[in-house]
């Protein structure tokens, strides 16, 4: 099978190592923020970030070459963020005909004409003829990248491509679940970064005052599983999605690192939130779950209207510290209620 | 209210903390394996373990003591591990008359004399004349001794019990929540230390490898959850109260530190697990997810039968790994299955 990998960040290009010791002919373009990736991976460096070089059996592309690297391709991984898929898909244009499958790795949310709040896949479905398959569970890049055990969860309301997608990546280390729910893997998948932030201050009480503040990460931890759950089921899908690998599991992994989990530490230590947001975002990074925050309070306010408080007491302690400069420690304790 | 804490071990210690701060007159007995704790608070110094000294308004009473120490007592808190459950039982005798409540920290399953695997709160209703309440929900004993936020779940049938319970031991930073739900919080309270076991078995891999094994243990999370909810459901508890604080938010917290995980570490590291668990095993200190592991396996098998490998995959794999010299990794990759 030829499956185009766009975007040469660090979880599109993991992809490439299961679908590559999967034996198909795997394609990495890189975008115009890729060029460094791109110059590395061609000469058989490591890629600058994930440490590894690309896999026997995958090519990389440079953003000039992506016409080559989509030709007659039937399998396309959507490997950017949430930020960069309107551009990437208005640079693909009318090259994905023949394309039967669009998996994406980016989480969040859009906005569509109407002022609606919904899953990135819904943008994606609008806008490529090609079924759209999201990506959940728990999976950091790098551990992808080298092979160690990893179990996610594809997910799209098209069975037979479903399983066309599981075929074609699953490998001994690289297990595929599959689920119908791509609403639920998909507001758990932009969710889980948002509550990672406010499990993250957690850490960051644990810095500003020497002690371990491991009980109240704990008790905000099911919280934040029951509200991705109620989100969900709030724009039809199954809320018991959440309580599997790509909610409590992505859940679990994002709070062990990464960015989401660095805002809400620095949220903690004292620093406030937009200052510590600006510190962490650059032109080719952003804070996935910050978004996700202030998209999923509108979306869940939207549901509950005055009762958003109660139904979703830790994303509007959340969405508070975030963007109402609230106290900390007082707004997050006091959600646990 | 005169309340008795049973054991000046580290979690029946640090209750004394909230109570006392409660205004309540409160008594901690320590056993005959707590003399130099009990040596140690008496003249005012810091508890050997938790480091931290008895609060103002909590009295240390020695092993031989126990008649003052439960005089007039309304509330008693069984303070000590499974395994001393029925010694301490024996050694108070008829001294629980005229108390109304009896709460236990100690986390695991008993046999009964017809040989049913049973919740050990099933035991202790049937040799005191008290209402039973299970304490379950991410509590790590220092934090609560230091007054750092910590929100619990108070379970028992008896609904008036369960009130006073909540209003004698909640305060600013212990926070209380109740269900009518004892086996759910008992089964949770007890498997979460089995499943830490398999949990830190991902930690271990970390450290043989080099590498982290993050996707792995977020992989096995929500299995574990899952068959916790299941094993609860089996014998008349609510396979939802696992998604909360006792379930989900306790696991949390166990796999962040303690005994358990450490086991599955050394076992993950390549340590055989009978050698890890002696290791580990001393007069006064066991491994209470080891024994949970076992007892909450042949419950599982006494409920499922032949297809107790289906029905409580990561269970069945930690149970190999333990008892039958399972190969450590390929066994619980093949769980996630």
Same mark, same amino acid.
Request: charge should be negative; hydrophobic fraction near 45%; aromatic fraction near 4%.
């Given at each position: 099978?030829?499956?185009?990998?766009?975007?040469?960040?660090?979880?599109?290009?993991?992809?490439?190592?299961?679908?590559?010791?999967?034996?198909?002919?795997?394609?990495?373009?890189?975008?115009?923020?890729?060029?460094?990736?791109?110059?590395?991976?061609?000469?058989?460096?490591?890629?600058?970030?994930?440490?590894?070089?690309?896999?026997?059996?995958?090519?990389?592309?440079?953003?000039?070459?992506?016409?080559?690297?989509?030709?007659?391709?039937?399998?396309?991984?959507?490997?950017?963020?949430?930020?960069?898929?309107?551009?990437?898909?208005?640079?693909?244009?009318?090259?994905?005909?023949?394309?039967?499958?669009?998996?994406?790795?980016?989480?969040?949310?859009?906005?569509?004409?109407?002022?609606?709040?919904?899953?990135?896949?819904?943008?994606?479905?609008?806008?490529?003829?090609?079924?759209?398959?999201?990506?959940?569970?728990?999976?950091?890049?790098?551990?992808?990248?080298?092979?160690?055990?990893?179990?996610?969860?594809?997910?799209?309301?098209?069975?037979?491509?479903?399983?066309?997608?599981?075929?074609?990546?699953?490998?001994?280390?690289?297990?595929?679940?599959?689920?119908?729910?791509?609403?639920?893997?998909?507001?758990?998948?932009?969710?889980?970064?948002?509550?990672?932030?406010?499990?993250?201050?957690?850490?960051?009480?644990?810095?500003?005052?020497?002690?371990?503040?491991?009980?109240?990460?704990?008790?905000?931890?099911?919280?934040?599983?029951?509200?991705?759950?109620?989100?969900?089921?709030?724009?039809?899908?199954?809320?018991?999605?959440?309580?599997?690998?790509?909610?409590?599991?992505?859940?679990?992994?994002?709070?062990?690192?990464?960015?989401? #989990?660095?805002?809400?530490? @620095?949220? &903690?230590? $004292? !620093?406030? /939130?937009?200052?510590?947001?600006? +510190?962490?975002? =650059? *032109?080719?990074?952003?804070?996935?779950?910050?978004?996700?925050?202030?998209?999923?309070? #509108?979306?869940?306010?939207? @549901?509950? &209207?005055? $009762? !958003?408080? /109660?139904?979703?007491?830790?994303? +509007?302690?959340? =969405? *508070?510290?975030?963007?109402?400069?609230?106290?900390?420690?007082?707004?997050?304790?006091?959600?646990?209620?």
């Amino acid at each position: 099978m030829r499956i185009a990998i766009l975007g040469a960040g660090d979880m599109g290009t993991a992809l490439a190592t299961p679908t590559a010791d999967g034996g198909h002919d795997v394609r990495l373009w890189g975008t115009a923020y890729d060029s460094a990736v791109v110059d590395a991976l061609r000469v058989g460096a490591p890629h600058p970030r994930l440490g590894t070089p690309l896999p026997a059996g995958a090519r990389v592309f440079a953003v000039d070459e992506l016409g080559p690297a989509l030709a007659g391709v039937e399998v396309v991984v959507l490997g950017v963020t949430s930020y960069a898929i309107g551009p990437v898909l208005n640079a693909v244009g009318d090259k994905l005909r023949g394309v039967s499958a669009i998996l994406t790795v980016a989480k969040g949310f859009d906005e569509s004409d109407d002022g609606r709040i919904r899953p990135l896949t819904d943008l994606i479905a609008e806008r490529v003829p090609a079924a759209v398959v999201g990506i959940g569970g728990p999976s950091k890049a790098n551990e992808v990248a080298r092979r160690r055990p990893t179990a996610v969860l594809f997910a799209s309301s098209d069975a037979a491509i479903l399983r066309i997608c599981h075929d074609a990546f699953e490998t001994e280390v690289y297990r595929v679940g599959t689920t119908p729910d791509l609403i639920g893997v998909e507001v758990a998948a932009a969710m889980k970064n948002a509550y990672a932030i406010a499990l993250g201050i957690a850490d960051g009480l644990q810095i500003a005052t020497g002690m371990p503040h491991h009980n109240l990460r704990a008790a905000l931890f099911p919280m934040a599983v029951r509200e991705m759950g109620r989100l969900a089921g709030g724009i039809g899908g199954d809320p018991e999605t959440v309580s599997g690998p790509a909610g409590a599991g992505d859940l679990q992994v994002t709070i062990t690192a990464g960015r989401n #989990r660095i805002l809400g530490e @620095l949220i &903690g230590t $004292g !620093v406030p /939130a937009e200052e510590a947001v600006r +510190s962490l975002t =650059s *032109a080719d990074t952003t804070i996935e779950g910050y978004a996700a925050a202030k998209a999923g309070y #509108r979306l869940a306010t939207s @549901l509950s &209207g005055a $009762g !958003v408080t /109660a139904d979703y007491p830790l994303l +509007s302690a959340l =969405s *508070a510290i975030l963007l109402d400069r609230a106290p900390v420690f007082d707004t997050l304790w006091a959600a646990v209620g």
